[in-house]
């Protein structure tokens, strides 16, 4: 039973009972199915049939439906649903809205659509100027769009979701919004179709506050339809866009919270041999975490995550690239998960998963494709930011920002395996602070895919910096921009992939300010143990066939040397400056170039020629930038490793002949210098030496460079041994 006569109607809506359950809807007539199931029928969805629900209590669950917009509001009385709730939108939008500290509860769950409609839709869930929306089961609200209900787009787009609290609170269960989209899986006889994820909008503000007494999972995901036959490529996916947005307001989730915006690429799910037919392009989203003004966010475990993944193809695979997130709190604002906390932009290349071929004349003669490319992943950028904020994160922080390239695989014979290009991270306080109770790594790696011959890996650019404030790290930190060339594992002879080092560092700083208006500041950095890694590996370089194809040599690899445009600043660094302070454990920071090992030589063939290591220019410096004169700060370590290492891959083994000569290594440039302050550390490692790989010859080595130095009102201390190290050492030969 319910009262209806407090319900407004457009003139073609209808209401009626069914079974208990009250049936609302406009352009639509309810229906009861065989088995008695209740339902909705129309034979005119395009009719502008909206429905409008106010100062009403439903005592029964309520199931509605109409042609165009739905709202349901709480303005001059409270509008009761003692029962679940289920509003659809097949052309228009759905609002829920509660103001003028009115309330609009639901005693169930909640399920909202809008997604059938050829254009994007949008739902809306608003509490202004004291209103109250209370659910106390559980939400679902779903703006998602799939190719296979429109096989004819082109491009497939999904809808908005809007939950503001301006003043008001809105309380849920927990909280799943679905704005993802879909192109069509199998597209026989209908275009290939791109897709885009929707957008995604939580707000708290002017003393709002949003409570979700579960897990909340927000999801913005797009994958492009598949390719069967008829075009070139399938479709490329690109991740929406997802904001949690805090102006003195708050967000509280009682349980997990999960983000997503990642961007798939679709698939060649043709078979036969078709000529080139790639993998689609996926493109990571953006997602932004913002906190001001007093605002905060609280939650157990926070995952967010903007990875662009490549389809897979026959030929190509499709290139991925990592998409944007940032986590911001500023101006007293504190953002507090208790838990993990995941942030992932990586971009992934799409594998090669068949040959493309080409044909002399019909499908008659086959003629194999001069070269087939797994495809590129690029890394994308993540940003933590304190500025007169909070961050305080209770377990462990994982940052990464991947490029992997994609490997060259299933029934695939050859082709170059995928580059990879690490992102970048800037994790960074000025005023305020950040604190992370378990580990924290942050990873920047570029890694190139497997193939007859190895991708290319370039190492990102990622970074620990406290300008002014605080940053508190826990037992272990990993700062990390490696290069890591993919191997030669499909085929025979093929060469390793080079590795180059990026850009890792951990800073301290400081300024003097200018004044009451630019006050100075300085920067304080501790924790326990931690390494920064800029190392560039190699890849393995492929077997030999025991005939007529000699094993590949492996993959050079390149510590890090320099940051692009500022040049003379190190790969692999840790800087403090003036007033700063910083204080770790164990530190070791490197920037090694190791070389890949030869390949595999068959039925008496020589093994593979190692591949070089070049090392890099890794430093640790207390500098004095700003010209304060003094070093009132301080920086302490426990035992202090700077190494630039370059090794020379070992030469490939075989399995009756001569293994492959050792590769060529040479030391980089490693320094600790302090222009003003103390520095003291307990054993002082300074490494440059080169190391010639193992082999049927070993490889030659030359020695790099080292410099420890105490300028005018400097000083190193150490309390243990100080080791500088700079020769080169030959390999050893196996016979």
């Known amino acids: 039973c319910s009262d209806l006569g407090n319900i407004g109607f457009d003139a073609a809506t209808s209401a009626s009972v069914q079974n208990g359950q009250i049936m609302l809807s406009s352009g639509w007539g309810p229906t009861v199915g065989d088995a008695g199931q209740l339902g909705f029928q129309t034979f005119d969805t395009g009719t502008d049939a909206g429905m409008h629900i106010f100062d009403a209590d439903f005592s029964s669950d309520v199931q509605g439906i109409a042609n165009s917009d739905i709202n349901a509001e709480a303005s001059d009385q409270n509008l009761t649903f003692e029962g679940n709730l289920q509003l659809e939108s097949y052309n228009g939008n759905v609002t829920l809205s509660a103001s003028g500290n009115r309330t609009l509860s639901v005693a169930g769950d909640l399920d909202l659509y809008a997604f059938e409609g050829t254009g994007a839709q949008e739902i809306d869930i608003n509490a202004f100027d004291g209103g109250v929306v209370d659910v106390t089961g559980d939400v679902y609200l779903d ?122 690429g679709g698939d060649y799910v043709g078979g036969g041999s078709p000529p080139a037919a790639a993998g ?52 007293g604002a504190q953002i507090k998960p208790t838990g993990e906390v995941t942030l992932s932009a990586d971009g992934r290349g799409g594998y090669v998963i068949g040959d493309a071929v080409f044909s002399g004349s019909g499908y008659g003669t086959t003629v194999f494709s001069s070269s087939q490319y797994a495809g590129f992943g690029s890394g994308g950028d993540v940003s933590v930011t304190v500025n007169d904020g909070v961050i305080d994160i209770g377990g462990a922080l994982t940052i990464t920002v991947d490029g992997l390239g994609g490997n060259i695989a299933g029934s695939a014979t050859y082709g170059f395996g995928g580059q990879g290009s690490g992102g970048d991270i800037d994790l960074s306080v000025e005023g305020g602070s950040l604190t992370v109770h378990d580990d924290a790594n942050l990873v920047a790696n570029g890694v190139g895919g497997d193939g007859t011959d190895g991708g290319y890996g370039s190492g990102g650019r990622a970074g620990i910096t406290a300008y002014d404030g605080t940053i508190t790290l826990g037992p272990n930190t990993y700062v990390a921009a490696r290069g890591i060339g993919g191997d030669a594992t499909v085929g025979y002879g093929g060469y390793g992939g080079t590795g180059i080092g990026g850009e890792a560092f951990i800073m301290a700083l400081s300024s003097p300010g200018s004044g009451v208006e630019v006050p100075a500041e300085s920067g304080t950095i501790t924790g326990t143990d931690a390494i920064v890694d800029a190392s560039g590996v190699g890849g393995i370089g492929g077997a030999g066939n025991g005939d007529n194809i000699a094993p590949g040599a492996g993959g050079d690899g390149f510590g890090g040397i320099g940051c692009g445009e500022c040049g003379s600043v190190p790969a692999a660094y840790i800087i403090i400056d003036g007033t700063a302070t910083l204080s770790l454990r164990n530190v070791d920071v490197l920037s090694e170039g190791i070389g ?140």
Not at 300 to 320: P, S
Request: aromatic residues 10%.
């Open 596 to 735: 890949g090992a030869g390949g595999t030589g068959v039925s008496g063939q020589t093994g593979g020629l190692g591949g070089s290591g070049y090392g890099g220019y890794a430093s640790v410096t207390y500098t004095d930038n700003s010209l304060q004169g003094v070093g009132s700060g301080s920086a302490a370590f426990g035992d202090l490793d700077i190494r630039a290492r370059g090794v020379g891959g070992d030469g490939g083994s075989s399995d009756t002949g001569t293994q492959g000569d050792g590769g060529f290594a040479q030391g980089g440039y490693v320094a600790l210098g302090t222009y003003v302050g103390l520095l003291s550390m307990g054993e002082l490692d300074l490494e440059a030496q080169a190391i010639g790989g193992y082999g049927g010859n070993g490889g030659a080595a030359i020695g790099g460079y080292a410099f420890l130095g105490a300028y005018s009102g400097g000083t190193v201390h150490t309390t243990g041994d100080a080791n500088l190290t700079v020769a080169g050492y030959g390999g050893e030969a196996s016979t």
């Open 143 to 264: 703006v998602g769009r799939s190719g296979q209900s429109n096989v004819y787009a082109t491009g497939i787009f999904a809808g908005t979701v809007n939950i503001d609290a301006d003043g008001g609170t809105i309380s849920t269960g927990n909280l799943d919004i679905n704005a993802v989209a879909t192109g069509n899986p199998d597209p026989y006889f209908s275009p290939v179709q791109y897709a885009q994820g929707g957008n995604i909008n939580i707000t708290a503000e002017n003393g709002g506050g949003i409570t979700v007494k579960g897990d909340l999972n927000a999801i913005a995901d797009a994958t492009g339809g598949n390719l069967n036959f008829g075009s070139s490529a399938a479709g490329a996916g690109y991740g929406g866009y997802v904001t949690l947005s805090f102006d003195n307001g708050s967000l509280e989730v009682k349980g997990n919270t999960y983000i997503g915006a990642n961007g798939l």
């Open 280 to 331: 689609g392009g996926g493109y990571g989203g953006t997602i932004t975490i913002e906190a001001f003004d007093d605002g905060s966010f609280d939650t157990k475990n926070l995952d967010v995550f903007a990875q662009g993944i490549g389809g897979d193809g026959f030929g190509y695979g499709g290139n991925g690239f990592g998409g944007d997130i940032s986590v911001d709190a500023e101006s």
